[in-house]
C-alpha cells in the first residue's frame, strides 16, 4: 500500500490522536546541521502537552546523551537523557551487557566523544582519539597491534586520520578475537544543504582493507531495535517513527512493528517515497514542523 500523505489539519489531528509514543531521528527531521527545522519544536511540545511519549532515536554516533540534551535544550527543546537512545549508547549497552566485554581490555575508537563517553560511562576504556600525527610509509612500523584492544568500533569521525584507520586494521587483521563493531553504516550524513561522507563510507575503508564484517548497532539493525522496543515494553500498534531515510528510519520502524512516518526535511524525497520497491512508509508529510499548526 502506498505511504498516505498528510497535508491537512485534519489529517494531522488524526496522526496525533492514533499514536501514544512517536520516536524521532534528529539529523534531517528535528534539525539539518545546526539549523532547527521551522516549527519542530513547538510540534514536540504540543505533543508533549497533549500526553504523548517522545523518544529520540539516533544513528550519529558523535555526541553522548549528555551532549544532545545540551544541544536540545539550545534549541529550546525539552529531552533527558532517557529519553535519548543514540548509537553509540546502544553500542555501550551491548558490549557491556551482551558481549560482556572484559574491564581489562581496552576500545579503539574510530570516532568522537560522543562514543568516548558512553564506553567509559560503563566502565570501557578508550584509546585511538589522539592518533593524528602524521604517518609516511617510512614510520608504519609505528603502527603495531596493541594486546590489550578487546574491540575496534567505527563511528563518525570528523578528525580521521590514516594513523587510525592503519591502528585499526593491523588490530582486527591481527586479532581475530578482537570484536569489530559499528556504531552505525549511514553512507551519507545530512549537513544543513549539502550531504556528506557518513560513518558506513569510513567503515567501508576497514571493511575492505580487513575482509572482515562489523557487528552494526544502529538503524535499522536488529540490536537498536531491540534496544529501544524492548526497554521501553512499546506497543508497536500505539507508536509511530518520525525519520527522513527510508533506509535507516522507515526500515527500522517496520523491522520493530512500528507504524512509520517519513518527512521531507532530510534524505528522502517525494520521488523516493512512492517508488516502488522502497521501504512502504505508512505515512508521509512536508515537515514535522507543521504539526505545530494543531497548538496545544
Known sequence: MAPARLATRSDYESLVDRF?????????????????????????????????????????????????????ARLGIQASADEIFSSAYATAVY???????????KAYVVGGSGIRQELEDVGISTIGHEDTAPVSLESLHEVVPDPDVGAVICGIDYDISYRKLAHAHVNLAENRDCLFIATNDDRTLPGGKHM?????????????????APLVMGKPNPPMVECV??????????????????????????????????????????AAILAP???AASYYMASLGDLAELGG
Open 277 to 279: 520497491g522502497a521501504p
Open 95 to 105: 558490549l557491556r551487557d551482551v558481549a560482556k566485554f572484559d574491564p581489562a581490555k
Open 196 to 212: 556528506y561522507p557518513g560513518s558506513g563510507a569510513l567503515l567501508s575503508v576497514l571493511t575492505h582493507s580487513t575482509q572482515r
Open 20 to 72: 501514544d509514543t512517536f520516536l524521532f531521528d534528529c539529523d534531517g527531521v528535528i534539525w539539518n546541521g545546526a539549523a532547527v527545522v521551522p516549527n519542530a519544536p513547538a510540534a514536540l511540545e504540543m505533543l508533549r502537552r497533549r500526553g504523548k511519549r517522545l523518544v529520540f532515536v539516533t544513528n550519529n554516533s558523535a555526541k553522548s546523551r549528555r551532549d544532545y540534551v545540551a544541544k536540545f
Open 229 to 270: 522496543v524492548q526497554s521501553l515494553r512499546l506497543d508497536p500498534d500505539r507508536s509511530c517513527m518520525v525519520g527522513d531515510r527510508l533506509d535507516t528510519d522507515v526500515l527500522f520502524g517496520i523491522r520493530g512493528g512500528l507504524r512509520t512516518l517519513c518527512v521531507l526535511t532530510g534524505v528522502a524525497d517525494e
